[in-house]
């Protein structure tokens, strides 16, 4: 049994989660701060990959990262290139998760008590030190449950990966694609193996939420 998947889709979830969380915290700031329609439109983009089916997604990316893309023929002047390798991977991981986590850490951000944020702002306090020493650790436990959250959803990414990274065994393949392959083959038991695998691992993740959750409490 070959168990580069695992690796593949351990490492590609964990690199676009610290990606997502450390795009998704920030952004989670301002549209909490915001009123009004630039509110309602950036909130809306934020969360769009949550409700878009995963292909649809993979399509943005193709047109984003593709070779006739702009994106895309200025990154091969580089010597870079992204549609089939493994970061091509964790961009679509990054992509699901992000959502994922915007949305928890912005709730946790809202339900702040405004009147110590206040305080802090009549003391002197800059923006940026309110929001590192007090918004941060008074929402940790949004944000650790957000990326939880979004950890797991970028471990069982599969349309969009599979469509922007592709099934290169030892590079791309994922734990979801090794799934899908293994089952069209018809060796039902690599993918039954594999479904055991990700089950595990999803329940460990939901362990560790409920965990989380509890401590909030």
């Known amino acids: 049994m070959d168990w ?8 590609t979830s964990l690199v676009g989660t610290a990606i997502a969380l450390v795009l998704g915290v920030p952004a989670a700031r301002l549209v909490a701060r915001l009123r009004g329609r630039s509110r309602a439109i950036l909130d809306g983009l934020f969360a ?8 649809v997604l993979g399509f943005f990316l193709l047109m984003i990262f593709g070779r006739n893309s702009p994106v895309g023929q200025f990154l091969l002047t580089l010597g870079i290139r992204i549609i089939f390798s493994w970061t091509a991977t964790v961009i679509a991981a990054t992509v699901i ?3 994922l986590i ?5 709730a946790s951000f809202e ?10 702002r009549t003391l002197g306090l800059s923006e940026t030190a309110i929001f590192l020493r007090l918004m941060v650790p008074m929402a940790w436990p949004g944000i650790a449950g957000g990326t939880i959250l979004g950890f797991a ?12 990274a592709g099934n290169i065994p030892g590079r791309t393949q994922t734990i979801p694609v090794a799934i ?6 018809g060796d039902m038991q690599s993918a039954l193996t594999w479904v055991l695998v990700i089950v595990m691992i999803s329940f460990s993740v939901v362990m560790l ?6 401590k909030r409490r």
């Open 153 to 164: 959803r970028a471990l069982g990414e599969f349309g969009a990966t599979l469509m922007i």
């Open 102 to 106: 915007y949305r928890t850490v912005r």
């Open 111 to 120: 339900q702040l008590d405004g009147s110590v944020l206040a305080a802090a």
């Open 97 to 99: 998760a992000f959502p």
């Open 4 to 11: 580069a998947p695992l690796f593949i889709s351990l490492k």
């Open 180 to 185: 899908y392959f293994a089952a069209e083959g």
């Open 48 to 55: 769009l990959p949550m409700v878009l089916p995963p292909t």
């Open 209 to 214: 939420l409920n965990t989380v959750g509890d």
